[in-house]
C-alpha cells in the first residue's frame, strides 16, 4: 500500500509569509508525528497525535507554529510569519501500535526554504 | 537532558568491510532504541528496533546491540556494499515522553568501490 506522503516537496518562501505544509499518513494508522530537521542538526520532535486525544504539542519552538489533524487522518502544519530560521526539512511519520511496539514510518519531508 | 549522540558524523569506507557505528545515550530509562536510515531526498526508513529489554536485534547483515548500563547502542553492518551508503541515524524513545523520539545528528557513510 502507499506510505506517508507529504506535500510540497520543496517550498521557497518570503520572511514573513505564512507557509502550510501537508501529511498522509498511512491509512489506519492512528499516531501521526511532525519533526524538523534543520542543516547540521538531528532531527526534532515537533507535535505528536494520537488518535481522539489531545495533541502532544512540547516541541513546537514558537506561537508562529501550530497545527491540526482533520477526521483523524490528513495533517496540516502551519507556520506563521516565517523567519530564515525555520527553513529546513519538515518530516511526518505516522505509526500504528502492535503487540506492544510501534514503528514509526516516515514520509520523504517538506524542503522549506526561508528566503 | 536526555541527548542522543552518534559518532563519527562521517565514514567512508571500502566495499566488502565490516563497520561499526556508535550512539551514545545520557539517560538509561529508555523504553527502546531504533536504527533508522536516510537517503537523500527522502525519508527515513526504520532498520532495527530493540526494546530495553533485549540486549540485540539481527536482520540480513545488520546486527544492533544495546547496552543500557553504559547508555550505548552500536550498529555493525558486515560485507558493506554501495548500496549501504546513506546517513544512519539512531532513535530513542524515553520513558515518560509519550511516543516521540529523540534523535541522534546521523553518521554519514560512503561505501566505495
Known amino acids: 500500500g502507499a506510505g506517508v506522503s507529504q506535500s510540497p516537496s520543496n517550498k521557497v518562501t518570503e520572511k514573513g509569509k505564512d507557509v502550510e505544509l501537508r501529511c498522509d499518513p498511512i491509512?489506519?494508522?492512528?499516531?501521526l508525528y511532525w519533526y524538523r530537521q534543520s542543516l547540521g542538526q538531528g532531527l526534532e520532535f515537533l507535535i505528536y497525535f494520537q488518535g481522539n486525544s489531545a495533541p502532544d504539542k512540547s516541541g513546537l519552538p514558537s506561537d508562529r507554529f501550530s497545527a491540526e489533524r482533520t477526521g483523524g487522518s490528513v495533517s496540516t502544519l502551519t507556520i506563521q510569519r516565517t523567519q530564515q530560521e525555520d527553513s529546513a526539512v519538515y518530516l511526518c511519520?505516522?505509526?500504528?501500535?502492535?503487540?506492544?511496539?510501534?514503528?514509526?514510518?516516515f514520509g520523504p519531508g517538506t524542503r522549506l526554504l526561508v528566503l | 537532558k536526555q541527548e542522543v549522540t552518534q559518532i563519527p558524523a562521517a565514514l567512508s569506507v571500502p566495499e566488502g568491510e565490516n563497520l561499526v557505528l556508535n550512539c551514545s545515550f545520557t539517560?538509561?530509562?529508555?523504553?527502546?532504541l531504533q536504527w533508522f536510515r536516510q537517503d537523500p531526498g527522502k525519508g527515513l526508513t526504520s532498520l532495527l528496533l530493540?526494546?530495553?529489554?533485549?540486549r540485540e536485534q539481527t536482520s540480513g547483515r545488520l546486527n544492533a546491540s544495546l547496552d543500557k548500563s553504559s547508555g550505548r547502542s552500536t550498529l555493525y553492518i558486515a560485507a558493506s556494499q554501495p548500496g549501504d551508503s546513506a546517513t544512519y541515524l539512531c532513535a530513542v524513545r524515553y520513558f515518560g515522553t509519550a511516543s516521540k523520539l529523540t534523535f541522534g545528528t546521523g553518521t554519514r557513510l560512503q561505501v566505495t568501490l
Open positions: 539517560d538509561s530509562a529508555i523504553y527502546n
Open positions: 491509512s489506519g494508522h492512528t499516531a
Open positions: 530493540i526494546q530495553s529489554s533485549q
Open positions: 511519520a505516522s505509526s500504528l501500535v502492535r503487540g506492544g511496539q510501534e514503528t514509526q514510518y
